[in-house]
């Protein structure tokens, strides 16, 4: 328990040694670490102040949440860093989903190392004002699964915070795992102290995913981050005409494929078809979506993500779906979203002040 650490077979949910409930809370019964931890001596972690010395060069920090999985939220956050560092910031992305690490995909940076000088870990470059650090360039194999408790998940983010050499910084955006467990209450107790400048919180429309994102924005105001806006992400397929498939099903339920045939006709009969862009609600947000949950709960509405194939295809190829033409239903959306989040905190104005 050297410097405060959380032992690796603490049970889950640890207090940590050097919090007041060490040894007496419920998570505490039948640890082998119960009673040392309640003898002893209490005070400030000491790492907490190597933290504060790293993140003094970092301006902005912000996480990017959602109260479930699978609803996008590695994607916006692997865009918004794209979106950034096009803009010229200097840019970090940090991925805490330490049994789900999808980030070193999204960039393009599978199979990379982490490198270490005498400063610390270097990140890992996609360019050179965009940097990025997680746990999946510490795997010897992609396929191997992360089986680790609450302590050494913790003690692997406190290391990304006071280890990591990120030099200046405008903007550190932190792609945390689902939920509100372990990950979070680290991220925040760790980086309290440097300031956080907010959450990002993503969802989809239905209730099943408002229900969880609801407890999300509760985590939020309870720890005293605050929301930065709610994006409704994968709000209606969407996607140019011309790139549907067409089929007519058969008596048997199978189907046939029609759509040259269908292509054909709009070129020669509505040729001004082969434009539009064709909508669909995959999601059932019959109860008002991210929209109205917001206004429910009073934080801000960032706006509404469609789920576009291309912007799907980025993701999986690691490419940003700003560098071309092809993600022109989400790009545009993700665009305007990200210029709302620089207009409503005034970062861009205060950067351009600093650099002056």
């Known amino acids: 328990m050297e410097n405060g650490e959380i032992p690796e077979n603490a049970n889950e949910h640890c207090p940590g040694p050097q919090s007041d409930l060490a040894g007496k809370s419920d998570s505490c019964q039948g640890c082998p670490n119960q009673q040392d931890c309640a003898t002893a001596p209490k005070g400030p972690d000491p790492d907490l102040v190597a933290i504060a010395e790293r993140m003094a060069?970092?301006?902005?920090?912000?996480?990017?949440?959602?109260?479930?999985?699978?609803?996008?939220?590695?994607?916006?956050?692997?865009?918004?860093?794209y979106a950034l560092a096009a803009m010229?910031?200097?840019?970090?992305?940090?991925?805490?989903?330490?049994?789900?690490?999808?980030?070193?995909?999204?960039?393009g940076l599978e199979g990379q190392e982490i490198h270490q000088s005498n400063l610390g870990w270097s990140p890992v470059?996609?360019?050179?004002?965009?940097?990025?650090?997680?746990?999946?360039?510490?795997?010897?194999?992609?396929?191997?699964?992360?089986?680790?408790?609450?302590?050494?998940?913790?003690?692997?983010?406190?290391?990304?915070?006071?280890d990591v050499y990120w030099g200046e910084l405008d903007f550190l955006v932190v792609d945390a795992p689902p939920g509100t467990s372990d990950e979070h209450i680290s991220i925040v107790q760790y980086l309290q102290a440097t300031g956080i400048d907010g959450a990002i919180i993503v969802t989809t429309p239905q209730q099943v995913s408002l229900i969880d994102v609801r407890k999300e924005v509760s985590f939020c105001k309870k720890v005293g981050v605050e929301v930065l806006g709610v994006v409704e992400n994968m709000s209606g397929l969407c996607q140019r005409l011309t790139d549907f498939r067409f089929a007519k099903l058969?008596?048997?339920?199978?189907?046939?494929?029609?759509?040259?045939?269908?292509?054909?006709?709009?070129?020669?009969?509505?040729?001004?078809?082969?434009?539009?862009?064709?909508?669909?609600?995959?999601?059932?947000?019959?109860?008002g979506g991210a929209t109205q949950m917001c206004k429910e709960m009073g934080v801000p509405f960032l706006g509404k993500v469609p789920l576009d194939p291309q912007l799907c295809k980025a993701a999986e190829e690691g490419r940003s779906c700003f560098a071309d033409q092809k993600c022109g239903v989400s790009a545009p959306v993700l665009k305007s979203i990200i210029e709302k989040l620089l207009v409503m905190n005034q970062w861009r104005e205060e950067l351009q002040q600093i650099g002056e």
């Open 57 to 81: 060069t970092v301006k902005h920090k912000i996480l990017v949440l959602s109260g479930k999985g699978g609803v996008g939220k590695s994607t916006f956050s692997a865009q918004l860093s």
């Open 88 to 107: 010229d910031f200097q840019v970090g992305l940090m991925d805490i989903d330490i049994c789900g690490p999808s980030i070193p995909k999204m960039l």
């Open 125 to 162: 470059y996609v360019e050179s004002n965009l940097g990025v650090m997680s746990i999946g360039f510490m795997l010897p194999n992609p396929d191997e699964a992360v089986i680790w408790r609450g302590p050494r998940k913790n003690g692997l983010i406190k290391q990304f915070l006071k």
């Open 250 to 287: 058969t008596e048997n339920g199978e189907q046939n494929d029609i759509t040259e045939r269908v292509l054909g006709y709009m070129r020669e009969k509505a040729p001004e078809m082969l434009d539009l862009i064709a909508c669909s609600e995959v999601f059932d947000s019959s109860g």
